[in-house]
């Protein structure tokens, strides 16, 4: 060793041991750390000293380091060593394979892998072109023994992740090694495969041999890393070596699913295998899997594993890797399920294996199997089978469709938590869950696939279906007596006959319908009594299935009603002042549902029950103690859906004045305006300004919210619901015509016009109160004991963050909620109510509403008064529940006279609003570290919720322009994923297409075109779609810059555009590249929305010219160039594809780098010459290359060092 090297690696082992010891204090461990990276920086003995570090004599861990020096010389410096360097490097490598490591059960893998690093790095940058020798040098290793056997298996699988899995290196590069590979693939494959033989071979022959338990382990080791490796290229070869000699790999891997040492990996790349996609022709040759042999092979694997699964001996433990192989075959069957039903029925013309019973009764055994996880696993392929058009008519199906119904019946009994020991299923839970709350996750996602396969297997095999369901719910019902039903059975039995019966009535004909049998099971649903409130909601859920039946037997109509009406009133004790609890609660809301349910579907089998419901709501009125405010809006909401079948306009108005009139009373009186007119007020009589120092003191004026609550529940109910015939004829034969369009069009009125309009008033004064209570001299009238109302409430700030709800089991447990949390209720809810329920006014009243006389001016005197002062998680109600249905619903008439004065000074505050509000969320830095730390976990707590809602705002706001100004003609992306209405869905997009852009057909609509012909207005449209580019949300970037931004910049190309504000819109586009660039969605929508502009105004506007000349690293030649075309469009003629190339290289410089990559140092690997292709190369196809002088480097025969 040199004389300087020597104490320079005594240094470095001396700097490693104290990064790596425990005891060494945190200046030591950073000193040590600057100077190891101060060493691979900077000193010109890295080589020398990783050797060095790396030789057997060091310890594992120096000799990891001396590695890591090695590849970090690889890495970063291989571009600037002379060609002796890098080939001595590359010998030594070699040598280190070959020579260079413990025998293959006592080295470090950790080791193995460094060593690995090193020679896949040299791979990326010289094969095949400078290397080309490299496979043979592989397999010359291999022949030396096993441990080099096993890093040859390291280094090809290291290789396969980094080109085709992690992709981590130049296109071009890329694309050499992946052509080389596969056209090499044959090769690779026999030698992997001859490998495996081989060990797996001298594996069973020894492992049987007493003295030899040391070479049976490398031989196993080996076959463990050789599979491994097969894994990392099974997924992306073509099919063809998977299937070569009849299905050869398969058949070897089939075999060694009856070996316990390699079956998971075999059984891992047999999954993987079977798995693929493609062409249809190329994978019939997995239906050998279906043969006799290779499905006994199969199914003795899981038999022996699912005895091995649980330990015996340890109380029933679950071995982990048996089960592991347990869960893989099942994939595997599941994943030869999906194989079936794609080449069964197909162009291929596959027939119905003749082995189908038996690969059906492994499905089966899996799905009844006492794991959570393999029961879900198979749900997905059950669907498949019942949904294909063949298979689902084959015998055998149809025979196992039945074995599944009855299977589902223990399947969807909610039992196996993890902290229980109840049943098998729990250890099984304790391996695959963390929590119950995991476990309940992941069971409620299981019982919505098992649902959709038990409608499917209903459509199968119906009456089958109907009998299981029946002789369950019998069961269930006459087990009553013996204490051996429970709530959990009811739930599960209550959901099988849910899914049975919805496809009964959809796809039997009336004459088919078993109805007698199945009036008799109503019959006893009926007359079933319990006072479990969980088992009640289960009798309320089988009595609304059920329902259907009832229309043929008219008469037992009033029964079913009867069973209904008192479990709204359901009570388990007879203080009424107590705390329910939860269970009890919902008993009570669901009965109410089922009435709303019934009403709303069979209101006209309803209508003739209509007087005896109502005299039934009457005398439940009458007592103020037996109902909540929301389960008597909810019976009238009831009444209000059958009184939409009178189809008499009087006689139903006349019944809405008589069912709102206390409700219109109380709203119109003297009282009720001074307290909606005047926050003070207001709150005085809430009781928001009383200190209230026992939380146990009764509310005395919880009486007041409550009046004020269940007038605009009642006003929302009677507006959501109450409707005209939507026939033309009855609708006008009943005086719901008042007159007709110029175009003859019929104008209806609607029956609660008149007492909803006189109520409106009040209404708008209660949004105005409330919008003033955020006023700091109305936020100061608050006592101490509601400061914290006005905040956002718990559970939306968790769905807001995206924290899951926690599951709630506790249904014994009372409901109690204190003054504050109430209080704070009361504000949230009657805040968005009001908005929901002006926002239904209009399609509801129609023409009574929008011609109001100054109802623009009265909006802005309510709902957009002292807006600055609202909270953003208060604002989103005003967007979103009122504005955009506004729009959605105003007839184009009432365009100019109420929506434009609305929408006007609305964007221009919104415009304001959100441009400040980013700006302080890109302004914000985090607290100094001197902080207390719980105060900092709070402060960052609250800022990522301000964001986050700042984030729902902004989409609200997007998604409000863009239903005000386009016309949607293509699929977009959803603004907000909270939205409750489900408007839009998130659309999937192929990266490799890009974001689906502006086309032509993209237009702007008709309220859009008002909206032109005012400039401010248009304008802040304009600046809010540009601002918001550069916001910190690639969501909305995406949507904004991919549907609104050229749809509204392209209806103002034809006019005099200022300089500056061409400039600033470029300029917006290029900071949102800045900002977006690097997430693949936001790069091509941004990129085409610059590429647009700089078409269209380059030719006037040299501004952009001197724009792009400020990009960082732009080519000033090909940017002269595309300029000369951008301002000559007819000379160009490149096509769209290579101009969007070109434009896309240019503005490169602007895209920003994430947060996690601005500060690596980047790792350069050049491109290597061109391969020289031929058509179909029989040998390696770099026999013959320019770059003599550096094959002659690394060709085999050199001296190592």
Not at 200 to 221: D, F, I, M, P, S
Not at 352 to 371: D, G, R
Not at 576 to 598: G, L
Request: net charge negative.
């Amino acid at each position: 060793m040199a004389e300087p090297i020597r104490p320079l690696c005594d240094e470095l082992i001396k700097a490693v041991n104290v990064m790596m010891e425990a005891e060494s204090s945190q200046t030591y461990r950073l000193e040590a750390l600057k100077f190891i990276e101060d060493f691979k920086e900077k000193s010109p003995f890295c080589v020398e000293c990783g050797l060095q570090l790396a030789e057997k004599s060091q310890t594992a861990v120096v000799r990891h380091f001396g590695l890591q020096i090695l590849e970090h010389v690889v890495k970063f410096q291989w571009n600037n060593m002379a060609p002796q360097e890098k080939l001595r490097l590359k010998n030594c490598t070699m040598g280190l394979l070959s020579d260079g490591t413990h025998p293959i059960l006592q080295e470090e893998c950790h080791v193995k892998d460094a060593l690995s690093r090193i020679v896949v790095e040299m791979i990326k940058r010289e094969w095949p072109q400078h290397w080309p020798d490299m496979l043979k040098e592989m397999e010359a290793l291999a022949a030396m023994g096993d441990a080099q056997t096993e890093l040859v298996m390291l280094v090809l699988l290291r290789l396969a992740e980094d080109v085709i899995t992690f992709q981590t290196l130049p296109t071009q590069r890329r694309r050499d090694i992946q052509q080389t590979l596969t056209q090499n693939m044959d090769s690779i494959f026999t030698f992997l495969l001859g490998i495996l033989q081989l060990h797996v071979n001298e594996y069973n022959k020894l492992k049987c041999v007493a003295g030899l338990e040391l070479k049976t382990k490398a031989h196993w080791r080996v076959g463990v890393a050789t599979l491994n490796t097969l894994a990392g290229y099974i997924d992306w070869v073509a099919l063809s070596h998977i299937t070569n000699e009849n299905c050869r790999l398969l058949e070897i891997l089939c075999l060694l699913l009856s070996e316990p040492e390699l079956q998971l990996e075999a059984a891992e790349c047999l999954l993987i295998a079977i798995s693929r996609k493609g062409k249809l022709e190329e994978r019939k040759p997995f239906m050998l899997l279906f043969d006799e042999v290779a499905m006994n092979y199969i199914l003795s694997a899981a038999q022996s594993a699912d005895g091995a699964a649980l330990c015996k001996q340890s109380s029933g433990v679950v071995v982990e890797r048996r089960y592991t192989f347990l869960k893989r075959l099942c994939q595997v069957l599941c994943a030869l399920g999906s194989q079936i039903c794609s080449l069964v029925g197909s162009d291929v013309e596959v027939q119905v294996p003749v082995n189908l019973n038996k690969y059906m009764e492994a499905l089966l055994a899996f799905t009844t199997h006492p794991s959570q996880f393999l029961r879900s696993s198979t749900q997905m392929t059950w669907g498949n089978l019942f949904r294909h058009e063949v298979l689902s008519k084959d015998p055998i199906i149809c025979q196992m469709t039945i074995k599944y119904l009855r299977s589902a019946r223990i399947n969807l009994v909610k039992t196996g938590f993890p902290s229980k020991n109840d049943c098998p299923a729990c250890e099984f839970s304790r391996v695959d869950f963390d929590s119950d709350e995991d476990f309940n996750c992941c069971f409620n996602s299981f019982r919505a696939h098992q649902g959709e396969a038990v409608r499917l297997a209903s459509k199968i095999v119906p009456f089958e279906a109907f009998q299981i369901a029946r002789e369950w719910a019998q069961y269930q019902i006459n087990t009553l007596d013996t204490g051996n039903t429970t709530p959990v059975q009811w739930d599960a039995m209550t959901f099988f006959t849910e899914s049975v019966f919805g496809q009964l009535f959809k796809i039997l004909e009336k004459e088919k319908l078993p109805i007698d049998e199945g009036m008799e099971l109503l019959q006893m649903v009926v007359n079933y009594e319990t006072r479990d409130p969980l088992i009640l909601s289960c009798v309320l859920t089988i009595i609304s299935t059920l329902f259907p039946f009832v229309k043929h037997q008219p008469h037992f109509l009033p029964q079913v009603l009867y069973k209904i009406f008192p479990a709204i009133t359901f009570e388990l004790v007879e203080e009424r002042k107590a705390p329910r609890t939860r269970a009890v609660k919902n008993v009570r809301r669901h009965a109410c549902s089922s009435i709303i349910r019934m009403c709303r579907d069979y209101s006209d089998f309803i209508l003739p029950c209509f007087d005896m419901m109502y005299e039934h709501v009457k005398r439940l009125f009458s007592n103020e103690m037996l109902l909540t405010q929301m389960e008597k809006c909810a019976l009238m909401e009831a009444l209000i859906l059958i009184s939409n079948q009178f189809k008499d306009y009087n006689k139903q108005k006349a019944f809405l004045e008589e069912l709102m009139a206390p409700v219109t009373a109380q709203w119109l009186s003297e009282e009720m305006r001074s307290v909606l007119w005047d926050p003070a007020t207001f709150l005085a009589y809430v009781g928001a300004d009383q200190v209230i120092s026992d939380p146990d003191t009764e509310d005395q004026m919880g009486i007041n919210r409550s009046r004020i609550s269940f007038c605009v529940y009642t006003i929302l109910g009677v507006v959501k619901r109450a409707r005209g015939p939507a026939d033309p004829e009855e609708a006008k034969a009943g005086g719901f015509v008042v007159s007709t369009t110029s175009d003859g069009t019929p104008i209806y009125r609607n029956p609660c016009a008149e007492p909803v309009q006189a109520l409106l008033p009040n209404l708008l004064a209660l949004i105005r109160t409330h919008n003033s209570l955020f006023l700091p001299e109305n936020v100061n009238r608050l006592s101490k004991t509601f400061t914290r109302v006005y905040d956002i409430m718990e559970m939306e700030k968790n769905s807001v963050l995206g924290i899951p709800q926690q599951v709630l089991d506790s249904y014994d447990s009372p409901v109690y909620r204190n003054i504050d949390e109430r209080m704070q209720g009361f504000f949230s809810s009657l805040y968005e109510n009001c908005y929901q329920l002006l926002g239904n006014v209009g399609p509801c009243l129609q023409q009574d509403f929008y011609a109001i006389e100054g109802l623009a001016e009265q909006i802005v005197g309510s709902a957009f008064i002292h807006l600055d002062s609202v909270p953003d998680h208060r604002l989103r109600p005003l967007v979103r529940l009122f504005m955009k249905q506004l729009v959605m619903s105003c007839p184009h008439e009432y365009y100019d006279s109420l929506l434009c004065p609305l929408l006007g000074p609305l964007f221009a505050y919104l415009q304001q609003r959100l441009s400040f509000r980013w700006q302080i969320i890109n302004q914000r830095t985090s607290l100094s570290a001197q902080e207390e730390e719980a105060y900092e976990e709070n402060h960052v707590t609250q800022e990522m919720v301000e964001e986050q809602l700042l984030r729902l705002v902004t989409r609200e706001v997007i998604d409000l322009l863009s239903v005000t100004c386009i016309t949607r003609k293509c699929p977009e992306l959803s603004a907000n994923k909270e939205d409750v209405d489900g408007d839009e869905e998130m659309v999937s997009m192929d990266s490799s297409q890009g974001i689906q852009i502006n086309t032509p057909t993209d237009e702007l609509s008709e309220l859009g075109k008002s909206l032109l012909r005012s400039e401010d207005i248009y304008m802040n449209l304009l600046t809010i779609c540009f601002n918001s580019l550069s916001w910190k949300d690639t969501v909305n970037c995406q949507r904004t810059a991919g549907l609104l931004c050229w749809t509204l910049l392209k209806q103002v190309l034809g006019g005099n555009l200022l300089p500056e504000a061409v400039s600033w819109l470029y300029a917006s586009v290029l900071k949102g590249l800045q900002m977006h660039g690097q997430h693949e969605g936001c790069n091509a929508a941004l990129t085409q929305l610059a590429l647009l502009i700089y078409e269209a105004l380059r030719p006037r506007y040299a501004e952009l010219r001197l724009i792009m000349n400020q990009i960082p690293d732009i080519q000033v030649d090909a940017l002269e160039q595309f300029d000369q075309k951008a301002v000559q469009p007819a000379v160009s003629k490149a096509g769209e594809k290579k101009k969007k190339e070109q434009f896309k290289r240019l503005i490169a410089g602007t895209v920003g780098k994430p947060l996690g990559q601005q500060f690596k140092k980047e790792v350069h690997i050049r491109n290597l010459p061109s391969l020289f292709k031929k058509p179909k190369p029989t040998k390696d196809m770099l026999e013959n290359t320019d770059a003599a002088g550096l094959i002659a480097l690394f060709s085999p025969d050199r001296d190592h060092c």
